[in-house]
């Protein structure tokens, strides 16, 4: 399945073993017998205690942003790395990748158990052209190095018959540093009914966008910073007292990072809530926020003057396009009236959610999008987004 907010997901590599390599020791007895008697001290090198040998590497975890080359083309790659936990008993590698000329994001996971230590290998997958929530296998990486800032060696098409050369630094220029934390809290069991044979509690969720490093001290990025811990469990508490075991069973916040390069961050918000449906009653709302001042970009902020109508044309197109489109009765919406001060900005184009348009909740948080080609023309040439488009090679 797709990540939500589109093929974005949770980069980085590379933890070496170290070998100190010192000469064997012989036997006590032995050296006595064949030693010289002297007082050089040659004679006592080999009495001296040995050196400490490095502790090793820590496995490297969470977020990582990569930079480089496939071939000669150049790439942005991201990837989360999760250790065991309470509820996941293995290790978790997922991540995307995008060509900077073409923007796709195209979805990376580890290529069977994912081994701490050992060569990166990941598999790629691509989404169908006429399912997008579904994926076909189109790539395969195969790293000379474990999990670090460094990483370079092989990709290559599912058949193997084509070979690619591949070298990646990881690089947070124009982007953040971040890890997403997630609080949880549940209320007392509720008592057994038909519908529901097990134990089942109110419960509520909600995940945060936590700033790492010096980002953390920018004023201007206050306000992105996730509260600090009381205040979260605070919030969550709060949350947790309008679920009951009646109505609403469970409430659930989120947050996603569909952009994160060029001086823009772009996250998806979402609040759901629970009522015994097949799909939480959700909303989501779609942010991108110009990292060299921390504000929210306004459609005024990226777009001419005049080019609204121009704009909601392009996501008619994108829109009818659609492979769901006719399925979910969309080739007639009138986006006339449309709000367009909701559109997020991805890897890709500008976007909406096809949730936006009354699709059913199984597939409202598929992104409808406009590629930045076919934005370009009615981009202002001095704003964040064409800043990006020109760091990218797409201006």
């Given at each position: ?27 006590a007895t ?27 590497a ?12 496939v ?24 991540g ?96 057994p ?9 109110p ?15 920018q ?53 759901g809530e ?6 939480p ?8 926020y ?29 829109l ?21 001060a ?6 890709e ?22 590629p ?13 987004v064409?800043r ?7 201006w």
């Amino acid at each position: 399945m797709l990540p939500n907010y589109c093929r974005r997901l949770p980069l980085g590599l590379l933890a070496l073993s170290l070998l100190a390599a010192c000469e064997t020791r012989r036997p006590a007895t032995e050296q006595a017998a064949s030693a010289p008697a002297t007082t050089d001290s040659a004679a006592v090198i080999d009495s001296a205690p040995a050196a400490p040998q490095p502790a090793p590497a820590a496995p490297l975890t969470g977020y990582h942003r990569y930079v480089g080359t496939v071939g000669k083309a150049p790439v942005v790659l991201e990837l989360t790395i999760s250790p065991p936990d309470a509820e996941e008993k293995e290790w978790r590698l997922y991540g995307t990748y995008y060509y900077e000329r073409q923007g796709a994001p195209l979805i990376l996971s580890a290529a069977g158990a994912y081994q701490p230590g050992q060569p990166l290998a990941l598999k790629e997958e691509t989404p169908k052209p006429d399912e997008p929530a579904e994926t076909l296998p189109s790539g395969r990486w195969r790293a000379t190095q474990a999990a670090g800032p460094v990483l370079s060696g092989t990709w290559e098409s599912p058949d193997g018959r084509r070979r690619l050369p591949f070298s990646l630094r990881e690089d947070y220029a124009g982007a953040l540093r971040y890890e997403l934390l997630t609080e949880k809290a549940a209320g007392p069991p509720c008592p057994p009914t038909e519908d529901q044979a097990g134990p089942r509690r109110p419960e509520a969720e909600r995940t945060f966008l936590h700033l790492l490093g010096p980002d953390t001290l920018q004023p201007a990025l206050r306000a992105l910073q996730a509260p600090l811990p009381e205040q979260r469990r605070n919030q969550l508490a709060v949350e947790l007292d309008g679920v009951d075991c009646e109505g609403t069973f469970g409430f659930y916040g989120g947050v996603e990072v569909a952009l994160n390069g060029y001086g823009l961050l772009s996250v998806v918000t979402s609040e759901g809530e629970d009522s015994g449906g097949a799909y939480p009653n959700s909303a989501e709302e779609l942010t991108t926020y110009d990292l060299r001042t921390g504000r929210a970009l306004k459609l005024a902020d990226w777009l001419q003057p005049g080019q609204e109508p121009a704009l909601r044309r392009l996501l008619q197109q994108s829109l009818r396009a659609h492979p769901y489109a006719s399925s979910l009765g969309l080739e007639a919406a009138d986006l006339s009236k449309a709000d367009l001060a909701g559109l997020g900005f991805d890897s890709e184009g500008v976007y909406c959610l096809l949730g936006d348009f009354g699709a059913p909740h199984a597939v409202q948080r598929v992104p409808v999008v406009v590629p930045y080609r076919a934005l370009r023309p009615l981009l202002q040439p001095g704003s964040a987004v064409a800043r990006m488009l020109r760091q990218r090679g797409l201006w």
